[in-house]
C-alpha cells in the first residue's frame, strides 16, 4: 500500500504528532504543577489548580506514554540507544515522575498540612525535572551523543552523565521549564477563579515573552556556535535499517535544510512571534485564545527543532556513521505500516473522546466550590 | 562483553520492579470490573446503596490505581534502558503490542478514569455508568496486549531473523496477536486479576461484618464479590495457564521443571504430586507421584509423551551445534561475504542462531566453543528446577483455598447466613493475601521457567542488557527499592485508615462511623 519511504516520512511525523501531543496536554499539567508554590499560597489554592487539571493529569500522560511505545514500535534503535545511553538521565525523570500519580490522588486524602506540603514539593520538582531534562536531552541532540555500535548492532554510549549538562544544553533545559510553565499558566489563568487566576495572568504576560528571548538566545547560539550533520553517501531512504551502511560529516552549521527549503524560516518565525501573541492576548483577557497561541507555539518550537535535525533523530559525536536517521533506525516496513493502521483508526477515537471529557469537565474552579464541597476533589 | 554481574542486577532490578508493579494491577482489574458491576446495579434499581458502594471502593481502587500508573512508568523505560540490545534485536515485532496497548487501552482507561472520579455530577447516570464500563474494557484492553508481548517472549511466532537488520522482524501480525501461548495467558492472567479484585472486597466487607458495622452496605458487597469471585476463580482454575505447555520447547522446559520431570516417561506420564528436586544429580527425591495425570492434565491425550529434562537437554545440545554454525555465517553474511551460497546456508540454519548465542556466555567468538562449553550450554538451557517447581504448587494450593473460600462464601450468602457465621468471615479475611500469593509465583514461574532466555529459542538473556556498569545498577536498584518501599508503607497506610473509616469515607451521613466515633480501636 505504501512504500517504505513514504511510512518511514510518516513515522517520522507521526512520532512528532505525539510528541505535540504530549507538550500540548501533559504540558499545560507539568506547568501548572511547577507553579503550585508559586500561585497557590494557600492550601485552598493549591486544590483550585490540582483540581483545574485532576480529571485530565492522567490521559494526558498517556501521550507520553504512547510517545514512548510508539518510539519502541518505529524506531527500536533510538529507543535502545537514548534510553540506555542516557541512563541516568531517564531515570531520574522516571523518579520524578512517580510523584505526580501518587501526588495528585494520595495529596488531599490526608488532613495534615506537613502531609500536604510534602506533597505540593513532589508535584512541584515531580513535574519541574522532566520539564528539564527533555530540554536538555533535545539540546544534546543537536551537539550529537557520544555513542557508537559493534558490529552486531549493539548501542554502546560512552559519554558521562554530567557531560550531558553542557552549557547549550542547559539553556535548551530552560527554554523547556520557561515554555511549560508558560502553558500551565496559560491554562490556569482560563480555568482557575480567584487569586490564582489574578496570579497565572501575571505569569503567563511574563513568561510567554521570556520564552521568545530564550528562542532567539538558543538560535543565535545554534548558528553561531554549533556545527550540523550531514549524510555524505548518497541516501538510500527504502533499504534495510542498517546505520552503519551510511558515511556522516560534519557540516558548517544545522541549517542546510533552510537553504534548501527557506519556507521552513516560517518555523523560527511563528516560534518567536506566538510567544509574544500569547502575552498579548492575556493581557486582553482572552484566555481560550491565550492557550491556543502558547498550544501553536509549543507546535511550531517541537517542529522547528525535528526540522532542524532532519533526517537526524540521534547524531553521533563519536562515530559519524552510528548517526540514527529516519532512513535507518526504523522498523521493518511491515511493522511500520501495520502501526500505521493502528494510528489511523485510534488517534481520531481518543481526540473524540478526550475533547468529550474536557467538554464535560469545563469550567471554572473556584475556590468556594472546593472548600464547600470537600470530599469531591482532590 | 558485558560482565555476568550486570546480567544477573538487570534481571533483579527487572524482576523486582516486575513484580512490585504486580502488586497493584491484578487488583486494578478486578475491582474495575467490579465497580462497574455495583454502578449497573445501581443504575437498574436506583438504589443509593449501590452507587454510595461503588464510590467507596472506588476510592480504595483509586488509592491502589495510582500506584500502579507509577510503577508502570518503570516497565516501559525499563526495556530502554536496562535492556537495551533486546529492545533493537526484537523492537520490531514487541514494540507493536506495546505501542497499541497505549493507544487502544491507556487511552480509554486513563482518559476515563478522571470522569469516574471527578464526574458524578456532571454526567447523567447511564453516561457515568459507561464512563466506568469503559475504565474496566481500558484496562482490561492493556493485559491483552502486553501479554500478547509477554506471550510472544515465550513462544516467538510470526517473526524471521533479518541478517542485516540484525534483528528479528515480523512478518505475520495475525500469528503474533493469536499466539496460543498468548491467548491463554490472558485469560487466566485477567481472571486472577477478577479473583484478587474479589477477594480484596470479600475479606474487607468480612472484617465489617464481623465487627457488626455497616451491615447492610457490606453484606451486599459481600455477596457481589462471593459471586463474582467463584466464577472468576474456577474460570482461572479450568481455563489455567497449562494448555499453554504444549507449544514450543521453552514451554516444554518450563512443564518438564515444574513436574521435575527428568526422564520422559511413556504415555500417560504420572504427576509428581511432590518431591525434592535434585539439579546436580538430575533425580526427584522422596516423589509422591499420580499415575497417569500429568498426560492427562499436559497433553490431554493417553497416549502423547511428555518430553523429561534430560532428552530436551540432548535436544539442545543439537540445536546449539547448529546455532555455531549459523552464527559463523552470519559473520560472513556481515562481513562482505554476502552471496547466494551463505544466504542459502544461513537460512537453513538461523532458527539455530539462538542457540549459538547461548554460548556467549562461555566463549565470546562462538564458533571455536569446546565440547565442554558446548555441554556447559545444554545444561544452560534448564533453569533451576526447585524454585519452579515449589513455587507452582504454592501458586496451585492458594488457588484451591481460594476456590473453597468462594464457594463457602457463595453458599452462605446464598442461603443469607453469610453474616452470623464468624467462622466463615474469619476465612474469607485471613484469605486476603492468597491471591498475591498466587499471582506473584504464576509471574514467578512464568519468567524464571523461560530462563536462559530472554526470547524463547531466540535470544538469551545474557546477551540482551544495555551495556552499563556495575556501578549503574547497583545504585538504580537502590533508587528503585528506596522509592517503593516508601511507597508502599505509605499505599497501605492509606489503604489501612479508609478501610477503617469505612463507607463513612464518603460523608454521606448515612454510615455507622459518622453517628458513632469511628472504628479506630481497629
Known sequence: ??????????????????????????????????????????????????????????????????????????????????????????????????????????????????????????????????????????GNLFLGVPFSFDEFTRPTYSGSFWALLNPFALLCGLT???????????????????????????????????????????????????????????????ASSNPLSKTVARTDDWFANFATYPQLWLLP???????????????????????????????????????????????????LASSLTLWDATSSQLTLEIMLWVVIFFVPLILAYTVWSYYKMWGRVEPEAIESNSISFY | MVSETVVELSRWQFALTALYHFLFVPLTLGLSFMLAIMESVYVMTNKQIYKDMTRFWGKLFGINFALGVTTGLTMEFQFGTNWAYYSHYVGDVFGAPLAIEGLMAFFLESTFIGLFFFGWDRLSRVQHLSVTWLVA?????????????????????????????????????????????????????????????????????????????????????FAIASAFGLASIISVIILGDESGYEVGDVQKVKLAAIESEWETHPAP??????????????????????????????????????????????????RIRNGMIAYGLLQKLRNGEDNAENRAAFSAVSDDLGYGLLLK??????????????????????????????????????????????????????????????????????SLPLP?????????????????????????????????????????????????SLFLVIEVYLMMKYIRKGPSALETGRYDNEQQGGLQHV
Open chain 1, 1 to 138: 500500500m505504501f512504500d517504505y519511504e513514504t511510512l518511514r516520512l510518516v513515522w517520522w511525523l507521526l512520532v512528532g504528532v505525539l510528541l505535540i501531543g504530549f507538550a500540548v496536554t501533559d504540558g499545560f499539567d507539568l506547568g501548572a504543577a511547577m507553579l503550585l508554590p508559586l500561585l497557590g499560597k494557600t492550601d485552598t489554592e493549591r486544590r483550585v489548580i490540582i483540581n483545574t487539571i485532576a480529571p485530565h493529569w492522567d490521559g494526558n500522560q498517556v501521550w507520553f506514554v504512547t510517545a514512548g511505545g510508539a518510539l519502541f514500535a518505529a524506531w527500536p534503535l533510538v529507543y535502545a540507544t537514548a534510553f540506555s545511553g542516557f541512563y541516568w538521565a531517564m531515570l531520574l525523570v522516571l523518579f520524578a515522575l512517580f510523584f505526580r500519580p501518587i501526588g495528585f490522588e494520595y495529596r488531599s486524602k490526608m488532613p495534615s498540612q506537613r502531609w500536604r506540603n510534602n506533597w505540593d514539593r513532589g508535584l512541584c520538582i515531580g513535574s519541574f525535572v522532566p520539564a528539564l531534562v527533555f530540554g536538555v536531552a533535545f
Open chain 1, 176 to 238: 523547556s521549564v520557561v515554555m511549560l510553565i508558560s502553558h500551565g499558566a496559560t491554562w490556569l489563568q482560563m480555568r482557575a477563579g480567584g487569586e490564582v487566576q489574578m496570579r497565572a495572568r501575571t505569569t503567563a504576560a511574563l513568561t510567554a515573552p521570556m520564552l521568545s528571548l530564550l528562542l532567539i538566545f538558543a538560535g543565535v547560539w545554534l548558528v553561531t556556535a554549533i556545527p550540523g550533520y550531514e549524510i555524505s553517501s548518497a541516501v538510500i531512504s527504502d
Open chain 1, 269 to 319: 518565525a511563528f516560534a518567536v512571534v506566538l510567544p509574544l501573541l500569547t502575552s498579548l492576548l492575556t493581557k486582553l483577557a482572552l484566555y481560550g485564545w491565550a492557550f491556543l497561541s502558547s498550544a501553536l507555539s509549543i507546535t511550531a518550537i517541537i517542529l522547528l527543532a525535528g526540522t532542524t535535525l532532519f533526517p537526524f533523530l540521534m547524531p553521533s559525536s563519536l562515530d
Open chain 2, 137 to 221: 474494557i481500558g484496562s482490561n484492553f492493556s493485559a491483552l496486549w502486553i501479554l500478547i508481548a509477554n506471550g510472544w517472549m515465550q513462544n516467538p511466532v510470526g517473526a524471521y531473523f533479518n541478517f542485516e537488520t540484525m534483528r528479528m522482524e515480523m512478518d505475520s501480525f495475525t500469528e503474533v496477536i493469536f499466539n496460543p501461548v498468548a491467548q491463554v495467558k490472558f485469560v487466566h492472567t485477567v481472571s486472577a486479576g477478577y479473583v484478587t479484585g474479589a477477594m480484596f472486597v470479600l475479606s474487607i466487607s468480612a472484617l465489617y461484618l464481623l465487627l457488626n458495622k455497616d451491615v447492610g452496605f457490606a453484606r451486599r458487597s
Open chain 2, 269 to 318: 506420564a504420572a504427576f509428581t504430586l511432590i518431591g525434592l528436586p535434585d539439579q546436580e544429580n538430575q533425580t526427584t527425591d522422596y516423589a509422591v507421584r499420580i499415575p497417569y495425570l500429568l498426560g492427562l492434565i499436559a497433553t490431554r491425550s493417553t497416549d502423547t509423551e511428555v518430553t523429561g529434562i534430560k532428552d530436551l537437554i540432548t535436544a539442545s545440545e543439537v
Open chain 2, 361 to 430: 556466555r562461555f566463549t565470546e567468538n562462538v564458533v571455536d566453543a569446546n565440547e565442554e562449553q558446548i555441554k556447559a550450554a545444554a545444561r544452560d538451557t534448564i533453569p533451576q528446577v526447585a524454585p519452579i517447581f515449589w513455587t507452582f504448587r504454592i501458586m496451585v494450593a492458594s488457588g484451591f483455598i481460594m476456590l473453597l473460600t468462594f464457594a463457602t462464601a457463595f453458599y452462605y450468602t446464598a442461603r443469607r447466613r453469610e453474616h452470623k457465621t464468624p467462622w466463615l468471615l474469619k476465612l474469607c479475611l485471613f
Open chain 2, 436 to 484: 498475591w500469593i498466587a499471582i506473584e509465583t504464576g509471574w514467578f514461574i512464568a519468567e524464571f521457567g523461560r530462563q536462559p532466555w530472554a526470547i524463547g529459542e531466540i535470544l538469551p538473556t545474557y546477551v540482551a542488557t544495555s551495556n552499563l556498569t556495575e556501578a549503574d545498577l547497583w545504585m538504580s536498584i537502590a533508587g528503585f527499592a528506596s522509592l517503593y
